[in-house]
T-cell receptor, first 115, second 115 residues
Framework: KAGVTQTPRYLIKTRGQQVTLSCSPI?????VSWYQQTPGQGLQFLFE???????NKGNFPGRFSGRQFSNSRSEMNVSTLELGDSALYLC??????????????FGPGTRLLVL | AQTVTQSQPEMSVQEAETVTLSCTYD???????LFWYKQPPSRQMILVIR??????QNATENRFSVNFQKAAKSFSLKISDSQLGDTAMYFC????????????FGKGTRLHILP
């Protein structure tokens, strides 16, 4: 089975722009979670989608949004980029909802640099 | 609110030695799951080991074992006979058995295995 894939792998944007990141989960997985990883804060939970519905959301401003499609692929969008949004964005998929202690399988991440 | 604390930002040990990574957590829940995830340099994060809080027996996966002290809310990871491939960032994580709960990660410990 192919693993979790994320596109693009690297991205450079300028302040004020918006960006869309994509995540394709492992085939058959219905849950997709997004995390922001920075050296200072570690991994911070952004949101989780299951069967096209947002199940949970972390403490991030409304500039961060996401969605999930019927094929379980997910996208996250960040509008009005700020310098502090520079980070590695990780996507993880699992068979069922992550909070049920399902093993999460992580993608390689998208490294976003905001100038 | 649940929190996960990893008090060792960085550690180095010689190959073949045993190393213990510390993790403490705070929760009012009685039933929950704890995890250790490994993120090798430039590679995807993978699950190392998982412990259910209701199980008294410490989880073991080959050279990796945990010391789970529920009363002390401590969950340390022991790596025996360390290998160069163990060099990675290690994250401790917590989730309650409430299906609506999200996974909370510590800030990580960067482990260097020296030849």
């Amino acid at each position: 089975k192919a693993g979790v894939t994320q596109t693009p792998r690297y991205l450079i944007k300028t302040r004020g722009q918006q960006v869309t990141l994509s995540c394709s989960p492992i085939s058959g997985h219905r849950s997709v979670s997004w995390y922001q990883q920075t050296p200072g804060q570690g991994l911070q939970f952004l949101f989780e989608y299951f069967s096209e519905t947002q199940r949970n959301k972390g403490n991030f401003p409304g500039r961060f949004s996401g969605r999930q499609f019927s094929n379980s692929r997910s996208e996250m969008n960040v509008s009005t980029l700020e310098l502090g949004d520079s980070a590695l964005y990780l996507c993880a998929s699992s068979l069922a909802v992550a909070g049920a202690a399902e093993t999460q399988y992580f993608g390689p991440g998208t490294r976003l640099l905001v100038l | 609110a649940q929190t996960v604390t990893q008090s060792q930002p960085e550690m180095s040990v010689q190959e073949a030695e045993t190393v213990t990574l510390s993790c403490t957590y705070d929760t009012s829940e009685n039933n929950y799951y704890l995890f250790w995830y490994k993120q090798p340099p430039s590679r995807q994060m993978i699950l190392v080991i998982r412990q259910e809080a209701y199980k008294q027996q410490n989880a073991t996966e080959n050279r990796f074992s945990v010391n789970f002290q529920k009363a002390a809310k401590s969950f340390s990871l022991k790596i025996s006979d360390s290998q160069l491939g163990d060099t990675a960032m290690y994250f401790c994580a917590f989730t309650s058995m409430n299906r609506d709960d999200k996974i909370i990660f510590g800030k990580g410990t960067r482990l260097h295995i020296l030849p």
